[in-house]
């Protein structure tokens, strides 16, 4: 089956482009989502439209992604998490906690074009690729570390080798123990 992409997707092609597809695909997914129209050769006259009005609007769009990668380049964000043993992290910092944080700050991101390919459990600076357009991306500072203002790096491993001067520091009631 051929069909013109109305919208570019991933692994085919791109906007105006005349593909040829699987029937199944086309029928189930591509058409149905309006990702695509079925290529006759009345829709075949509408490409050289279609692609000149694509050419306008990707101009239009990868200007706009430049101006908000400027702006997103300078984005910090920090998050506080619980940490347990060997500073291993309880939960982690999702795709979905950064574009949360995102929108606190007034900037508009999806949460599928954060580029993280899993979720962050450890402390420490990452740099996070936020991919805006084709060729533009930006990239954003993330930290994460410990909600106890008293945290030092490492302290849980104080409990195994010397656990009363670690009940006497940080009391009985953070271990766990009765």
């Known amino acids: 089956m051929e069909v013109i992409l109305k919208e570019d997707v991933d692994s085919l092609g791109h906007r105006g482009d005349v593909v040829k597809v699987a029937n199944g695909y086309g029928r189930n997914y591509?058409?149905?989502?309006?990702?695509?129209?079925?290529?006759?050769?009345?829709?075949?006259?509408?490409?050289?439209?279609?692609?000149?009005?694509?050419?306008?609007?990707?101009?239009?769009?990868?200007?706009?992604?430049?101006?908000?990668?400027?702006?997103?380049?300078?984005?910090?964000?920090?998050?506080?998490?619980?940490?347990?043993v060997n500073d291993v992290l309880f939960g982690s910092v999702t795709t979905q906690d950064i574009a949360a944080e995102f929108e606190k700050q007034g900037f508009d991101v999806d949460r599928r074009k954060i580029q993280l390919s899993e979720p962050l459990k450890q402390l420490g600076e990452f740099h996070v690729a936020v991919k805006l357009f084709r060729e533009v991306s930006a990239h954003i500072k993330v930290t994460v570390k410990s909600d106890d203002p008293n945290y030092v790096p490492g302290q849980h491993a104080a409990l195994e080798a010397e656990p009363e001067e670690y009940i006497e520091r940080y009391g009985v009631e953070e271990l766990g123990r009765d």
Do not use: C
């Not at 079925?38 to 050419?55: G, L, P, R, Y």
């Not at 990668?69 to 964000?77: F, H, K």
């Open 30 to 84: 591509l058409l149905p989502q309006r990702l695509a129209i079925e290529a006759t050769v009345s829709n075949k006259a509408v490409i050289v439209q279609m692609k000149d009005s694509a050419v306008r609007k990707a101009a239009k769009d990868k200007a706009g992604a430049l101006e908000q990668a400027d702006r997103l380049n300078a984005v910090e964000m920090t998050f506080e998490r619980k940490v347990g």
